[in-house]
T-cell receptor, first 113, second 109 residues
Framework: DAEITQSPRHKITETGRQVTLACHQT?????MFWYRQDLGHGLRLIHY???????NKGEVSDGYSVSRSNTEDLPLTLESAASSQTSVYFC????????????FGPGTRLTVL | EDQVTQSPEALRLQEGESSSLNCSYT??????LFWYRQDPGKGPEFLFT???AGEEKEKERLKATLTKKESFLHITAPKPEDSATYLC??????????FGTGTRLQVTL
């Protein structure tokens, strides 16, 4: 069965370190998304991609970057981790853009000390 | 700017006690209104998409409805396994999903 996976599931890091969160999907979807989820804010879009070599900023993109070298993967990099980036991160994918449901991964809980 | 507001924040029901969750929204051009279920420690799981006012969709004990300003998720005779956080999201002219903060539902025996 097709799926979307994230790794690691839990990560503890220190302020200032570079961190990369992996996202891999086997749906063969062109569209992939990264969100963060915090109490009181719901899910907020960080970055998204509509295909290979395409990346776009979401509403909370500062301090994060993504790259898309193939259809299956969209890694999220925190260039210099900050305590404000402690959160649960979800990756998602969809077949079409506006009207399709997004399929979510299980999430990565990141703690920045 | 697209906005989604969900109410109540939390809801506690007894098994069999039907109720509704509300999702009110503002959007300049609605492309789709989505409902997701999220269990603790897991990613959101898709439930429904509604595209136009008057549309309704059902799945087991859940029914989603849509007006021009609100969507409701009706839960009929809930069971403990329906306990979860229910998220509403919309896709508007910005071509991205805007999520509400969710309603945390607890169904007790």
């Amino acid at each position: 069965d097709a799926e979307i996976t994230q790794s690691p599931r839990h990560k503890i890091t220190e302020t200032g370190r570079q961190v990369t969160l992996a996202c891999h999907q086997t749906w063969n979807h062109n569209n992939m998304f990264w969100y963060r989820q915090d109490l009181g804010h719901g899910l907020r879009l960080i970055h998204y991609s509509y295909g290979v070599q395409d990346t776009n900023k979401g509403e909370v993109s500062d301090g994060y970057s993504v790259s898309r070298s193939n259809t299956e993967d969209l890694p999220l990099t925190l260039e210099s981790a900050a305590s404000s980036q402690t959160s649960v991160y979800f990756c998602a994918s969809s077949e079409r853009i506006e009207e399709d449901e997004q399929f979510f991964g299980p999430g990565t809980r990141l703690t920045v000390l | 700017e697209d906005q989604v507001t969900q109410s109540p924040e939390a809801l506690r029901l007894q098994e069999g006690e039907s109720s509704s969750l509300n999702c009110s929204y503002t959007v300049s051009g609605l492309r789709g209104l989505f409902w997701y279920r999220q269990d603790p420690g897991k990613g959101p799981e898709f439930l429904f998409t509604l595209y136009s006012a008057g549309e309704e969709k059902e799945k087991e004990r859940l029914k989603a409805t849509l007006t021009k300003k609100e969507s409701f998720l009706h839960i009929t005779a809930p069971k403990p396994e329906d306990s979860a956080t229910y998220l509403c999201a919309l896709s508007g002219t910005a071509s991205k999903l805007t999520f509400g903060t969710g309603t945390r539902l607890q169904v007790t025996l």
